[in-house]
């Protein structure tokens, strides 16, 4: 029997994951169910009764806060300094494949200090893309031709594939345009996100040297969050652990809710078939949540097909029962969720602001919440909202730090050439640009040899003037950039560029402005014990990889708004679900798809999930949709929820107390049944149907009541409808 102090706390099945460590395995964990603990005691025992070197062990996560969560932990496990070389690789999938890229990208034709570009330098090429193809934003929005691209690249399909497979107008002008792109991203020696991964996977197959030489240093690894991987993450993982097949992957199939974004449930659900020696460890004790919490996830998720058999447990038995609010509408719904926040803050010494959070399906749900709390005078923040890093002076800066890095990044060059006003317009650009195409340099090299410009243009000895001085400053930041850290050389970058003073306005916000260049100075301090040079590639890396939730604070007394695929991997005391809708949740898109109502069911499972003591669902009676106030239906999520389960609130609009009832109100929990006293007029519909409207188009028919048809219409403008049977211009299809 093994006595490992690492294994000792652990439940069982905690114990087997830690303990098995030489083959295949796949660790279903359920929410709440202790993973990263189970993870990172796993690495430590690898390392402490096994003797495996630290570096031949490989981490990857989904971000960087679980990432320095799991470090943090093997760090104290290990009883290591945070430097030391003790400690394995642990990181995000991108961190990781960016690391690689740096020392090896050469092999590829790239300078080792590419640029990553991210979503709005993505749109700024792509809209000088198609300026220079002629071809009008409001035709092609160059939002959906980046996100076409993008998802070709998650399926690993590159241009010519795609020219290929297209069968369309569109996807013929979105074949161009990934020609373009991808000839534009090299010549900026600039990748996207998409490309971190399929570089390495490129390098891989171009340099099979390369490949065995990670091959022999990563013999264990382990990848957290399996069910999130897309078919590029997918790939490098399966040719990493070729040769040893030490592959520890952990995840859960009910958590699955990023196929909008490439990831493919079906890597996890697979995971035995590709390799048939796995050993399945079932992690289904749950840390975080109550029984009734937990009953009325497991009666929801239990309706998927598509999933690995587990009902998660709890000791926790006691625990509130789950709370149903009924609004009349979106304004009384939030105010229901505020009225209960201030109550519990205002009656237990112990509730905190920050222990609640509001979920939502869509983004344009929080509009009414964040009115109502300022009226309320409720603090809230909002996660996904404006980032630190999307602010204007903060990009700018940034734009300058990556010209310093980096000058054959245009898209950085041209943010700020004329930042603060330089005199070098949109004429002198364009004849800058054909200079570029004229001598198949870069951009800012064309500016270095702004004489040679009488080749292709006029210009007059002013204007070069100007294009010098532009010149000038870059290389006297990059003198400075071998000089200094990332931090002070951010300070340099402010008064050399004049963009202090262009800050520094008098204005309030002007004020605020530099109150947040000085917060990024604080951020690049972080590097100043690096090498100059260095310290500036590794902030600039980082940064690039920073997402939302890790900016998150803990320490922030305030409420937490968020969608519901934010709040993956976080928990809360007490959780609001806001919008349980037909239409909102599940969300319109989905209810013609098996598969995508599967998926929004799993994302219902992951909010209900996140609560720890108590959990709300709430749903309006009516809500707006492109300024016409509609009937809604409650969401079918409900229906799975035996009653007994739930304790309907139905609140009182003008005051009072709700209604306590025990079964959920009208038609929550069971549909419609047609009453003897409605006429039923002949008609061949029924629900499920598929119905054709000839202004709303495809649609699904929900329910079939006293003459009244209700349809779930495809289109997300005009999502659910009721309709009469007798005149509605519906075709059965």
């Not at 107008?169 to 534009?184: D, H």
């Not at 340099?207 to 240093?217: A, F, I, T």
């Not at 798809?593 to 499972?605: I, K």
Request: aromatic share 8%.
């Amino acid at each position: 029997m093994d006595t490992s102090p690492l294994i000792q706390g652990l439940n069982e099945p905690q114990q087997q994951a830690v303990t098995t460590v030489d083959g295949p395995v796949l660790i279903i964990a359920g929410a709440g169910s202790g993973k990263t603990r189970a993870l990172t005691h796993r690495i430590a025992y690898l390392i402490q009764e096994r003797h495996v070197r630290p570096w031949n062990i490989l981490a990857m996560t989904f971000t960087n806060k679980a990432a320095a969560e799991m470090r943090k932990r093997i760090i104290a496990l290990l009883g290591v300094q945070e430097d030391s070389r003790d400690v394995p690789f642990i990181g995000t999938f991108h961190s990781f494949c960016v690391k690689m890229l740096r020392k090896h990208i050469h092999l590829l034709d790239y300078e080792n200090q590419f640029a990553i570009y991210d979503a709005s330098d993505q749109q700024v090429l792509m809209k000088r893309i198609l300026k220079e193809e002629n071809i009008d934003e409001k035709q092609l929005n160059p939002r959906a031709v980046l996100s076409h691209i993008s998802t070709a690249k998650n399926g690993m399909i590159g241009p010519r594939e795609y020219e290929m497979k297209s069968d369309s107008y569109f996807a013929e002008k979105v074949a161009r345009l990934y020609y373009k792109y991808e000839e534009g991203l090299k010549k900026n020696n600039a990748l996207d996100f998409d490309d971190l991964l399929l570089k390495v996977i490129e390098l891989f197959q171009k340099q099979p040297g390369v490949l065995e030489e990670y091959r022999e240093r990563f013999r264990y690894i382990h990848v957290d969050e399996y069910q999130d991987t897309n078919h590029a993450q997918y790939m490098i993982t399966k040719m990493l652990a070729e040769k040893y097949k030490n592959l520890c992957v952990v995840g859960d199939s009910d958590q699955g809710i990023y196929s909008w974004r490439g990831a493919s449930i079906q890597n996890i659900l697979d995971f035995e078939k590709d390799y048939p020696q796995a050993q399945i460890i079932k992690l289904e004790q749950n840390y975080r949540s109550t029984k009734p919490i937990l009953d009325v996830a497991h009666h929801v998720i239990s309706q998927n097909t598509k999933r690995h058999d587990k009902k998660l447990w709890t000791a926790r038995e006691e625990g509130k029962a789950v709370q149903l609010h009924v609004g009349e509408n979106e304004r009384h719904e939030a105010e229901t969720v505020a009225k209960i926040i201030r109550d519990e803050v205002a009656s237990h010494e112990r509730a905190d602001y920050r222990d609640f959070t509001v979920l939502y399906r869509t983004n344009a749900q929080s509009r009414t919440i964040e009115e109502v709390f300022m009226r309320w005078g409720l603090p809230y923040k909002i996660i996904g909202g404006i980032r630190f890093y999307e602010r204007k002076e903060i990009k700018d800066i940034m734009a300058y730090l990556k010209i310093v890095a980096n000058p054959a990044d245009s898209v950085a060059l041209l943010r700020i050439v004329n930042t603060p006003q330089r005199s070098i317009g949109p004429a002198s650009l364009e004849k800058i640009q054909t200079l570029s195409n004229a001598k198949d340099c870069t951009f800012f090299e064309a500016m270095r040899r702004i004489d040679d410009i009488g080749e292709v243009a006029e210009m007059t000895e002013a204007k070069r003037e100007h294009i010098k001085k532009f010149v000038g400053l870059i290389q006297r930041l990059q003198r400075q950039n071998l000089e200094v850290p990332a931090s002070a050389l951010i300070k340099f970058v402010m008064e050399e560029s004049g963009y202090k003073k262009y800050l520094d306005d008098g204005s309030v916000e002007g004020e605020a402005r530099l109150e947040n260049v000085a917060e990024l100075i604080s951020v690049a301090s972080k590097y100043d014990k690096l090498a100059p040079g260095m310290s500036l590639n590794i902030f600039l890396e980082e940064v690039s990889l920073i997402s939302d939730i890790d900016t998150l604070d803990d320490k922030d007394n305030s409420i937490t708004l968020m969608t519901l695929h934010m709040a993956k991997g976080l928990e809360f005391p007490h959780v609001f679900i806001t919008g349980m809708e037909d239409g909102m949740l599940p969300h319109s898109r989905s209810i013609l798809s098996p598969q995508e109502l599967e998926e929004e069911r799993r994302l219902f499972y992951v909010g209900v999930t996140r609560a720890m003591e108590k959990l709300h669902l709430l749903y309006a009676k009516n809500r707006m949709f492109y300024g016409e106030t509609r009937d809604t239906i409650p969401s079918q999520f409900l229906d799975d929820i035996p009653s007994e389960l739930l304790e309907t609130q139905e609140q009182q609009l003008f005051g009072g107390h709700g209604t306590r009832i025990s079964r959920p109100l009208t038609n929550i929990g069971s549909r419609p049944i047609p009453s003897e006293n409605l006429p039923n007029p002949d008609t061949d519909l029924s629900d499920g149907d598929k119905v054709m409207h000839k202004t709303f188009g495809e649609g699904i028919v929900i329910n079939v009541l006293g003459g009244i048809v209700t349809v779930a219409f495809k289109d997300p403008k005009y999502g659910i409808k009721k309709l009469a049977i007798t005149v509605a211009p519906l075709e059965k299809i």
